[in-house]
T-cell receptor
């Protein structure tokens, strides 16, 4: 049973560019959350998708957007990249959006470097 | 607002020695608390969680944690550390948003194990 898979594993972009990161949730999971982990910091919640809609959002600007597909996979898009967007982006999936009692499974992340 | 503090940025422990990683949280009610471990190049793996009931919780890999409401703490312990325990450890609290599963993470503690 594959866990949470993310692609690509590494990415290098230039300031001002746009980037799309992808996530496939664990089998049986219908909810996907995205986190940003800057170097030396803990992960910060970006947003969560369930039933193809954004259900909850953290303190991130509108440059960060997402999408969830009917097969529950998800994309994270970041427009107008800034140097400060350089981070490890983690995807987490769960069976339910309503409670953290449902265990979150994390992917290995996409390391984004903005030059 | 909820917050999590991990006072120790880096800890070195001899193999076979005991370990305690500190975590303090700020939250008005009984929180949901978690400890995650992250090895280099890997995603986050859940070690243990506390929702209610017995304040001493057992997790995977021989870890345990004790919830102390009076001290707003949820410290992680292991009686005998193995070299493979070297990793980054994150304490997290449920953001208590009824609509989602957003976690608030501490900045992490890096554990090094010496032989």
């Amino acid at each position: 049973d594959a866990g949470v898979t993310q692609s690509p594993t590494h990415l290098i972009k230039t300031r001002g560019q746009q980037v799309t990161l992808r996530c496939s949730p664990k089998s049986g999971h219908d909810t996907v959350s995205w986190y940003q982990q800057a170097l030396g910091q803990g992960p910060q919640f970006i947003f969560q998708y369930y039933e193809e809609e954004e259900r909850q959002r953290g303190n991130f600007p509108d440059r960060f957007s997402g999408h969830q597909f009917p097969n529950y996979s998800s994309e994270l898009n970041v427009n107008a990249l800034l140097l400060g967007d350089s981070a490890l982006y983690l995807c987490a999936s769960s069976r339910s959006p309503t409670s953290t009692k449902e265990k979150l499974f994390f992917g290995s992340g996409t390391q984004l470097s903005v030059l | 607002a909820q917050s999590v503090t991990q006072p120790d940025i880096h800890i070195t422990v001899s193999e076979g020695a005991s370990l305690e990683l500190r975590c303090n949280y700020s939250y008005g009610a009984t929180p949901y608390l978690f400890w995650y471990v992250q090895s280099p190049g890997q995603g986050l793996q859940l070690l243990l969680k506390y929702f209610s009931g017995d304040t001493l919780v057992q997790g995977i890999k021989g870890f345990e944690a004790e919830f102390k409401r009076s001290q707003s703490s949820f410290n992680l312990r292991k009686p005998s550390v193995h070299w493979s325990d070297a990793a980054e450890y994150f304490c997290a609290v449920d953001a208590a948003n009824q609509a989602g599963t957003a976690l608030i993470f501490g900045k992490g503690t890096t554990l090094s194990v010496s032989s």
